[in-house]
């Protein structure tokens, strides 16, 4: 993409109404744009990096064996009265009449119809388990909103609901989404640790929710640091129930805790290794049995025939919150730093002169190979001064930018700098394409 | 995929709520559920095809040079009443009061806030053309909603708004969105004329909707048969503006035209030429001016240092229900037919046998071998007889069936089956996979 034709409203300036570092940085990097108290537009670089998230949130769901489907925004109350939730959920829930005054509202979350269409589709024994999901926006509607895409009030979700006969099928499924979140947060780059949780509206017995380690975070979090050491599940067959079990029982013996959970003997037990950080949930992941089910009327076959309600886990994702955890865990003053796997684009190309036809020539060149070989290229090819160059380059974080210059052509070489770390090395054009192509 | 652990409830009675073919197709194969009046739940085969339309309307776009952008589903009233359009809406529009009692919308289409949006990234005429769009959902409040996802209230739409400094970038840009308009409904396997259209609640001068042909459409269209010569477009270069006109002024001098804007002599000039068909909309484009730049306030500095209005066109293409236009386009008695590119598998694989040890094993190894190379399969590896898995392969429309039975297996050959004309053959299975692998 070339920077002269793409739309890109950099600040300079921090915008006054944003009090938290990914909030200035999404505003200044012209990510995004505020359209309405805690509603937000996506502008083309904030909505690669969230289409990013989004696939790689999709691809580990997909792993672990859960279909995606997609679920209305609007919804009837009707539903939402069978589950008790409609009086229940509070002014958090938008509610509206259509033109026939019937009552309607916009999902905050999807327990209630996900049970009802995943009757439509199992009715014995033999259609279990199943595990279905989606990825879809969701609105509720904060009394304040704030600190941007954290705590917006119209948020992309994703919502995964797990239908099971009993207890140890309900465990594993419970086991699968835990491993697949774990996967999901590490290769975005973040450090997400799974602490219990409570289990709050949604009710039900187990919780845990997924805290991303974060300088900048909205919350204090406690934990061993023999947490970080035992976190890589690369070894783990998630498919084989008993070794899921006892890798995630081995995880959670290490002392992990947000403010609200704090165990003091557990701390006093860690000794030298607690570490205390600041922490952003993105993730939560509940089992409630058969509550909704069983409210809702749906049953399925059991094997000797007689009807059983299924059991359910929900397992939720902040997908357009994740966009602000990962700047709040990946920054520094000059801007953001993207990790690799969620960046909107992998090279910034910097023309430093683009006046200059022998440097512009190359800087072509450079840009036509890329793309040819598939990387993602943001190519500033402006006619700016190379200052403002590096100032916008710093500001939206692309891992790696490719500095050309007219001194530097005529000596045959380019600047490859990595964002993160600072990292600098004058190479041969061949070279640098070479670093840069997979 | 192995059926036995996807998600398809396909139905064998059709249901009553379901007029018009292609509603009754998607409720049988199992792709979409109703749950609210006009408003429906996408099961995972039919969230499969949706995301192949989008996908494809997307990749046009951003050929074409669009950028993708996303805005919320919720809007304030206060941007509608900027352009005066609040009012004069009517009841189609979704109006809704938050927690603090603003007025809001759900999002029918999006010119006023593009048009805001637009202005946070282009000061001068040095930022112009732009083109962005989004695809995103949208309400209209229908009376009476019907024919699924034909005319449903929730609906995927692709919405995209060009800004140029004067009629001739404007005109162009508008040549742009057409024909690429054309290429995203042909690589759909569609027929879509571009006819002449009233500009309606919109407003403006200039407006073509494409029309669908399809047997089971809902109004009628008049066309010269000399169009169909015409349309391949793949030979003209888009970014040539005078190149691009003129092939547009050649493909509209053939007559098209709607019940509404028939046109008797031109239709008599035809003579034997004159075809008459069954339509359905699936997109339309609309020049407009600086209607809603001038509403808004927004402007740009000229090349003369003047303000200027940006000249705007609109670009809509009605994505769930391009899902409804291609069944009715595509489909027999035994169901539906899907052009290979918005299939949501390439093949299926059906094992006539599956208690048959042999056979389940060579089809273990034809569905490993398929995937491995990126084939899209559904593999039927359900306990089912022969019969209900032809059933299911007709009625879900998959391009290929891949029949794999005892004796054919003991022969070494398999029936490779052509869903669109029915064409069988048997093949060794070596051959039948060279012809399923790209």
Redesign the interface.
């Known amino acids: 993409m070339r920077l002269s034709?793409?739309?890109?409203?950099v600040l300079k300036e921090t915008p006054g109404e944003a009090q938290i570092v990914s909030h200035q940085l999404m505003l200044r990097a012209?990510m995004i744009?505020q359209?309405?108290?805690g509603?937000?537009?996506?502008?083309?670089l904030g909505?690669r990096v969230?289409s990013k998230i989004e696939q790689i949130v999709r691809e580990e769901m997909d792993r672990a064996?859960a279909?995606?489907?997609?679920?209305?925004?609007?919804?009837?109350a009707e539903?939402w009265r069978q589950s008790g939730r409609y009086e229940a959920y509070g002014?958090?829930m938008?509610?509206?009449?259509?033109?026939h005054d019937?009552e309607?509202l916009?999902s905050p979350t999807a327990e209630e119809?996900f049970t009802?269409?995943f009757q439509?589709?199992?009715k014995s024994y033999r259609d279990l388990p199943?595990n279905?999901y989606q990825i879809q926006?969701k609105?509720r509607?904060e009394?304040r909103p704030r600190f941007g895409l954290m705590r917006g009030?119209?948020f992309l979700m994703k919502d995964g609901y797990s239908f099971d006969m009993d207890m140890a099928g309900a465990q594993h499924s419970y086991n699968r989404m835990f491993i697949a979140y774990m996967r999901t947060f590490a290769r975005m780059g973040l450090d997400a640790i799974p602490m219990r949780a409570d289990t709050g509206p949604i009710g039900g017995d187990l919780s845990h929710e997924f805290i991303v380690l974060a300088p900048t975070g909205e919350s204090d979090v406690f934990y061993d640091e023999a947490w970080l050491e035992r976190r890589d599940s690369s070894d783990v067959d998630a498919s084989d129930a008993d070794a899921l079990a006892a890798y995630i029982e081995t995880l959670n013996k290490d002392y992990a805790a947000t403010d609200e959970k704090r165990d003091l003997d557990a701390e006093a037990a860690c000794g030298a290794r607690l570490q205390r950080s600041k922490g952003i949930e993105v993730g939560q992941v509940f089992f409630f049995g058969d509550k909704y089910t069983r409210a809702m009327g749906v049953s399925v076959q059991g094997a000797d025939g007689t009807p059983v309600h299924p059991l359910m886990g929900s397992y939720g994702i902040g997908v357009s919150r994740l966009m602000g955890a990962i700047i709040e865990a990946s920054h520094d003053n000059g801007g953001i730093i993207w990790p690799d796997a969620v960046a909107p684009f992998s090279v910034g190309l910097i023309n430093l002169r683009a006046d200059d036809p022998e440097c512009a020539a190359a800087c072509e060149g450079i840009y036509a190979e890329l793309t040819a070989m598939g990387v993602e290229v943001l190519y500033d090819d402006r006619d700016e001064r190379g200052g403002a160059k590096f100032a916008t380059a710093e500001l939206i974080g692309l891992p790696w930018q490719l500095v050309v210059g007219p001194k530097g052509i005529k000596a045959g070489v380019v600047e490859l700098r990595r964002r993160a770390g600072g990292a600098r090395e004058e190479l041969s054009v061949e070279t640098a394409l070479a670093r840069l192509t997979p």
């Open positions: 034709r793409y739309f890109l409203p012209g744009r359209t309405a108290a509603i937000y537009a996506f502008l083309p909505l969230l064996g279909l995606e489907v997609l679920m209305p925004t609007i919804q009837s539903l002014p958090e938008l509610r509206l009449k259509d033109r019937r309607m916009f119809l009802v269409i439509n589709g199992a199943r279905l926006w609105f509607d009394t009030r119209e």
